[in-house]
């Protein structure tokens, strides 16, 4: 199990660089110079020859990605061109924003779509199971955008009982963005547990132990749901990382300071040491997570075994 | 019979939970204090940097002009006024100016403000390792030589070249005065600065990155003391949200309203839309040396084009009014400005004469526009590209891309490198003379040198525009500039559009936000109604 650990953190490593060299040259072929952006329009050539400099854009391309790599290996993520303070900084003050977000919705989203995927398979073609599958749809294909100003209008506009944005008024501010978000994940995760139930409810384990006088939640708790539990849990490893690419537009309508505002902010003046930053981030919170997920098979499943 | 009596309880008491929230937010504060208390305003964009030396848009310049002032600035017709300094002089050649410091004020920090910390911020901003310094006119090879403290009270700056509104450019935020003593305070840096120390009526409080902003009252301010303890700048970039906003009480100010909410908003008794004035014109930029597209460099197809489009239209229908036709190739706020004379009405027939007559009937032309950088940008793009159509143009576009890539691709572009003929951009003199709106139509601002994109180039004109840059009588300069405008509008670079206005949005229980010609909204001494 450790060595399987160990070997798949290894594996990372030319991942990461991969990733890094490939958002580093993305940038690059991107028309738009970022002194040209921050100089504004009242900048003459010479103001923006000399913040080029400063910014260190005047290397040779090869030059700035050795740099880049070279600066990477230890940690250093370099200045933001934007606000000229240090990458790592600007991250570590927004990403607690974003993964307080992203679990919140995470959580809302398991607990309500693996409640409700587990009903509509138990009383499968009923009404229940109609409004629930209906529900599901809805909530898969509703854009964030739209779902999100219609929930700030009624429940901050007119009901006045959340607001409408920031994130200034402690956990209360987290429940508009939080559902928000949770939305589209908890059709997809609902969805995913009533197929994945219906399977298992077929077979022939979870009739024996109703024949032999299992209590109905027990059959369908400890029997059922955790042999269908694989196919859930890697949807659910999954939307996490929708979730973080869904905090973007979130972060946006809710006005909530995290990574994905300021990756949309950093892109948007051509910030290429944060864009690399975040995405580098992103990247590792992918690979963790994928990681956790392939841990959890072997405790789900006892006969799954990594060496 | 009970279970029925509980029930209709139950629903009155509903009832009342429900009435009592709609009610709460709703309720006129009457007896509000004219003291204390915070000021809530939403803005769209998280600041890039409050240094003052490195600012570049004015949303972030507002923010930092409540804490650290210039010498001179603007009221709300752009007339300049004493603030740092009480008077000012040129000498007679043009090439130094004396400045007159008040006196007997101190910075937020404690430190004096005297003329070395004059000296010591306006060096700050030449200094080449000031990070993303942005001296702009006020450096370089035509700005500031040096900078000397003849006493404690006179400032005197020497220049390479005569600049006649060098006054004007001072009272740019990135020439404010900060306290020298505050550079070397962690976080702040001599090259950068985090938290501005200046002389102004609010300090630094704290920030949250993306967040908000918040600035605390300095009670020894020198001037008329401010009426809110704090103010707190939240940045909320959707514009629908920064509605909902305002409408739930979550801020008392919004700038930049969705445009097509303008009216609903206009109808609500509760708040206040401001249609702040701008010296931003919008125009659409037309290639006039294009070599594959000759017919665009005739001024009668370009002045047919002016014909074509109906700006009063687009103002009303797009811009949901808030916008000013042009009658000079100017805002009206800018020292220099005259109207002159003949405005491109609407008139399609005569258009399509004119361009019958040039050879240009049924012409090819791409369009672009960026989208979202001006209020309604593309919406506009795609008006005018109607009314293009109408006039019987075969009209390629609007393309739109992101900002950094129109800058890139289509506007800081030399000529030989343009591929496009129609480009949307929007232009505003950072300090309120002609000077600045002329870099528009003098070719020595050609890109890379500039951002004059239309390429036109008149000898005549580059002439006058240097004339009366250097000039040092305001009614010569006036004359000049006059006759300069005159021929730039009939030579049509552009299709003239509009003066852009600047909306922002307060709840009725909020006065005294300012616009200021700038597209600044002041909100430094708004009082509780």
């Known amino acids: ?156 506009v007119h009901l006045r009982v959340l607001p409408a944005a920031g994130s200034d008024r402690g956990p209360i501010s987290l429940v508009l963005p939080a559902i928000t978000l949770a939305l589209f994940s908890t059709g997809l995760i609902a969805r995913q547990t009533r197929s994945a139930m219906l399977e298992v409810l077929g077979q022939d384990f979870v009739r024996t132990a109703r024949a032999k006088g299992a209590a109905r939640t027990a059959v369908l708790i400890r029997h059922a749901l955790r042999n269908a539990l694989l196919p859930i849990v890697t949807v659910i490893g999954l939307q996490f990382g929708t979730l973080l690419g869904g905090a973007v537009l979130t972060e946006s309508i809710f006005g909530w300071p995290g990574v994905g505002r300021l990756l949309v902010d950093s892109i948007g003046s051509r910030d290429y040491p944060v864009v690399q930053g975040v995405v580098l981030l992103l990247s590792v919170s992918f690979i963790a997570i994928n990681l956790i997920t392939d841990l959890m098979y072997a405790y789900i499943d006892p006969r799954i075994r990594y060496s | 019979m009970r279970t029925k009596e509980r029930l209709i309880t139950a629903l009155a008491l509903a009832c009342l939970a429900v009435a009592a929230c709609g009610t709460g937010g709703g309720q006129q504060n009457t007896s509000g204090p004219k003291h204390g208390g915070t000021l809530n305003v939403a803005i769209g964009i998280d600041p890039d940097t409050l240094d003052p030396a490195a600012q570049t848009t004015t949303t972030a310049s507002q923010i930092v002009d409540m804490m650290a002032e210039t010498l001179v600035t603007i009221d709300t017709k752009g007339a300049l006024k004493p603030l740092l300094a009480t008077k000012w002089e040129p000498s007679s050649d043009g090439l130094s100016w004396v400045f007159t410091l008040r006196q007997n004020i101190k910075f937020s920090d404690g430190t004096p403000f005297n003329a070395q910390a004059v000296k010591f911020s306006i060096d700050r901003l030449l200094s080449p390792s000031t990070f993303r310094a942005q001296p702009g006119i006020l450096g370089g090879k035509t700005g500031i030589d040096h900078v000397d403290a003849v006493d404690d009270s006179h400032v005197k700056f020497t220049l390479k070249t005569p600049l006649a509104p060098f006054a004007a450019a001072l009272s740019q935020t990135q020439a404010a005065i900060i306290s020298p003593a505050s550079v070397n305070v962690a976080p702040n840096k001599p090259t950068q600065i985090f938290q501005p120390v200046g002389t102004g009526p609010y300090k630094f409080g704290e920030r949250l990155a993306g967040d908000h902003i918040t600035m605390t009252i300095n009670k020894d301010y020198w001037g008329t003391k401010p009426n809110y303890d704090s103010q707190i700048y939240k940045v909320v970039p959707e514009a629908a949200s920064r509605e909902a906003l305002v409408k739930s009480g979550g801020a008392d100010v919004m700038v930049l309203p969705p445009a097509n909410d303008i009216p609903a908003l206009q109808s609500d008794s509760s708040l206040k839309v401001i249609l702040g004035p701008s010296d931003r014109t919008i125009q659409i930029i037309i290639n006039t040396v294009d070599t594959t597209q000759p017919l665009l460099q005739k001024p009668e197809v370009r002045q047919a084009l002016n014909y074509a489009v109906d700006k009063t239209a687009i103002i009303s229908k797009v811009m949901f009014g808030a916008a000013v036709p042009l009658d000079a190739p100017m805002s009206k706020s800018l020292f220099g400005y005259c109207p002159v004379g003949s405005s491109y009405n609407y008139d399609p027939a005569k258009a399509k004469s004119m361009l019958a007559a040039a050879g240009a009937s049924g012409m090819s032309v791409k369009l672009v526009s960026p989208t979202g950088r001006y209020v309604q940008d593309i919406q506009v793009s795609n008006a005018v590209a109607g009314y293009l159509r109408d006039a019987g143009l075969k009209v390629d576009g609007p393309a739109t891309t992101d900002w950094p890539t129109y800058l890139g691709t289509y506007v800081n572009v030399p000529p030989a490198q343009s591929r496009i003929d129609l480009s949307l951009l929007g232009w505003a003199p950072p300090y309120l003379d002609a000077q600045q709106q002329f870099e528009q139509f003098y070719s020595a601002r050609v890109p890379p040198n500039g951002l004059e994109t239309s390429y036109y180039k008149n000898p005549q004109v580059d002439a006058l525009i240097e004339k009366a840059n250097a000039g040092t009588d305001p009614a010569q300069r006036q004359k000049d500039y006059c006759t300069a405008a005159k021929t730039v509008w009939n030579d049509a670079p552009w299709i003239f559009l509009y003066n852009q206005r600047f909306p922002f949005v307060t709840t009725a229980k909020i006065s005294n936000v300012v616009g200021l010609p700038n597209e600044k909204f002041v909100t430094t001494w708004a009082s509780p109604a």
């Open chain 1, 1 to 156: 199990m450790i060595t399987y650990v160990v070997r798949r953190l290894l594996v990372a490593i030319p991942t990461l660089v991969g990733v890094a060299t490939v958002v580093f040259s993305l940038l690059r072929l991107l028309p738009g110079d970022p002194a040209v952006v921050i100089a504004g329009p009242q900048a003459t050539a010479a103001d923006v020859n000399r913040i080029r400099h400063q910014l260190g854009l005047t290397q040779p391309i090869w030059q700035q990605y050795l740099g880049f790599m070279g600066r990477l290996a230890h940690g250093d993520l370099g200045i933001s061109i934007r606000t000229g303070a240090s990458v790592l900084e600007e991250i570590f003050a927004r990403a607690p924003f974003t993964a307080v977000l992203a679990f919140t919705s995470l959580l809302i989203a398991i607990t309500i779509g693996v409640t409700a995927g587990v009903i509509a398979s138990t009383r499968r073609n009923t009404g229940t199971d109609l409004g629930i599958s209906g529900g599901a749809v809805f909530g898969a294909s509703m854009p964030t955008y739209w779902l999100g100003l219609m929930l700030i209008i009624v429940f901050a």
